[in-house]
């Protein structure tokens, strides 16, 4: 098995982005990773695209067109859909595929436009991800009520509070203010947290990542091939990939996501390393329960621990383990097909030590971790400088 | 790059099942695969599903309830979308997954549910497939109207006639007639066919492919595993994915998909073989002008003679390449994301020899043809006995 390493990388401007379509916001991306990589359309052998959701703007086949609009036909492509880890399934298919021998570069990029439809309409379409069968079509429930439930049996369980859950969207967006891609560039305040209106229980407003348009792209090469390329070579040095029921009444635990943890065990294991070395975390935020959960289901602390964690800041800059520092799904944003693809060029930014005033100083080994809807997939990549 | 094989194969009967939901479509599917391969779930290290449409059954993450029922969690997973190419999408990425070394043995189930809905509503879903910027939106054509431009080309570049696309119909209803698993087993006269009514000149009714339920499942594994499991590997010897614009008006000619060319190139190059090799082939017959235009794109026969070659009967069992001798997406149906995965299992069952009355003599070397859309991808496979 040889070597994969990413060697370009670009992003779009995330958020309400009315000037851009799919196709553009992806093209926005993918011409940045060509510039970073130095490298034109002609070098790369094939593309990888992952988008989430075909209801959100309507077409069944955004990966052709984003294929065709980037100047890469006639060259191998195909989709990958894992809700909203699709562009670390990208990533892990276009990883195969070097990593076979198949080709020597890959272009990966993940993108979604959500706000063509309007938000009650976009929560109603997250919602299919549930099981139709059993949850969303009987009970009506959505992405906000499942995190709910985690969150209630966290609290329950553990003595997690509210103003911890809120201590999460205060860090994120205090790092999100200073990322020029994320979507809401503000800081919030605990008050400001614990006072916003109420979703679902104990799920308030500022509790929940935001609905945003955005791509981001990577240029994966073969080890050999990306030492020709660039001086900063990035190695993706482990995968794990993890699933676990549709239905949450098939679930054994409410306060961890058996996905994560699988695939984490699958990353550290391939990479060779613990949860003591990562430097720098880019984790599924979707809701702030969800970071807290990750905390605990990546090893960062101990299983209950999370809440203390971040109140510690040991997720801070100068923490433990400074866990989205770009902000986050919570203040960069959520665009479903990109979030992946979005970790792995922040973790590549932080290796590269470009990250400016929200860099992570030192940092050698990343860990991005991105999950499906309520956990029925789990993602995780390791990177190496 | 290892080897890679196929150990294990299985497929749901075709058809309208309303007696069954995608999930037990695919279990069913599954289930044979490993009583075929004499496998447990156990001995499986991961899954890749093919489905192509959100819409048909309103949910977006299928592929994530397959994964959960067949009782295959926690172990990595991810589906794979190319249109009407998502099965054969999803046998690309498990086949660089084994040969990459990252796992020995990979579980692919393709399916569609296409009945949920009515057809008049099929046919607009099946059109998000179009370029919404450009075609389907403005102008409301669906896949009949693109393939009827492919037709009107053909007919007047090469003089190709009604009657020989009917012929393509009454040869694969001929085969369908005797395939257990095909959806609409009778077979059909060319009389039927040319008075049958007319959808998109110059296709009628007999000229379109079906809306079916279904599902297909094959089981990878590296050669060495591989002959470990079974006395009958079929060897994935050769692979070709290419892509092409997603607006017809981009291209350049109407009478050939050239993702199909390029596609058949890289597999031909990859296997060491040519086209006069091919002992038995599955094509993307969508409609009857698609088959034609494939016995020319693969090489099967001179461009233009493609109405020749099923009037002298060359796709025929008996002839130069027999072609479709399971009844092809014509009479044995086309759900949509088990159609690959249904190419790759008849190829498998012919080089074994075990398809009976509708065997090839003595087939060695097998092709799948498998095709998005109007050619925004397609994937060439070749099989070896």
């Known amino acids: 098995m040889r070597g994969v390493s990413i060697v370009g990388i670009g992003h779009s401007k995330f958020g309400r982005r009315d000037d851009a379509s799919l196709r553009e916001l992806a093209f926005e991306s993918v011409k940045e990773a060509l510039e970073d990589a130095e490298m034109s359309t002609h ?6 695209i992952g988008v989430a959701n075909q209801f959100l703007t309507n077409q069944t086949q955004s990966g052709a067109i984003v294929t065709d609009y980037i100047g890469m ?24 595929a070097i990593a076979s021998g ?23 379409i997250l919602g299919f991800a549930g099981d139709p069968k059993w949850e969303f079509r009987p009970t009506g429930i959505t992405n906000p009520g499942t995190y709910a439930m985690f969150a209630c049996a966290h609290m329950h369980k553990y003595g997690t509070t509210e103003k911890q859950l809120a201590l999460v969207a205060v860090k ?8 020029p891609v994320a979507h809401l560039r503000r ?12 979703i679902a229980y104990p799920l308030k407003l500022y509790d929940c990542s935001l609905i945003s348009d955005g791509a981001a792209a990577v240029i994966l090469a073969s080890d ?15 995968l794990g ?6 239905a949450m009444h098939d679930r054994a635990d409410l306060t961890s996501l058996r996905s994560a943890v699988e695939a984490s065990k699958q990353a550290y294991k391939m990479a060779g390393v613990s949860p003591e070395d990562i430097d720098v975390a880019c984790v599924h935020d979707c809701f702030t329960i969800a970071e807290i959960m990750a905390y605990e289901d990546l090893g960062f602390c101990e299983k209950g621990k999370g809440g203390n964690f971040i109140e510690e800041e040991q997720s801070h800059i100068g923490g433990k383990t400074p866990t989205n520092v770009d902000g986050g799904l919570k203040s960069k ?8 693809v979005s970790m792995a060029v922040e973790i590549t930014k932080q290796l590269r030590g470009e990250c400016g005033p929200r860099q992570v100083p030192g940092a050698e080994i990343g860990l991005s971790h991105n999950v499906a809807m309520h956990g029925t997939h789990c993602m995780v990549h390791i990177y190496r400088r």
Chains 1, 2 share one sequence.
């Open 241 to 246: 990939c993890a699933t676990d029921t549709a």
């Open 73 to 96: 036909n006639t060259k191998p492509s195909f989709t990958t859909v894992a809700a909203c880890a699709s562009g670390s399934a990208a990533i892990r298919a276009a990883w195969t």
């Open 187 to 198: 800081e919030v305040t605990v008050e400001d947290a614990l006072k916003s209106r109420m």
């Open 172 to 179: 994120n967006h205090k790092y999100g203010a200073i990322n």
């Open 333 to 340: 944003g959520h665009p479903l097909g990109a979030t992946g």
């Open 224 to 238: 050999e091939k990306a030492k020709k390329v660039t001086d900063t070579p990035i190695s993706i040095a482990g």
């Open 102 to 124: 198949l080709h020597d570069t890959v272009l990966v990029c993940g993108v979604e436009k959500m706000t063509e439809v309007s938000t009650s309409r976009v929560v109603e």
């Open 43 to 48: 070098d790369i052998e094939a593309t990888v």
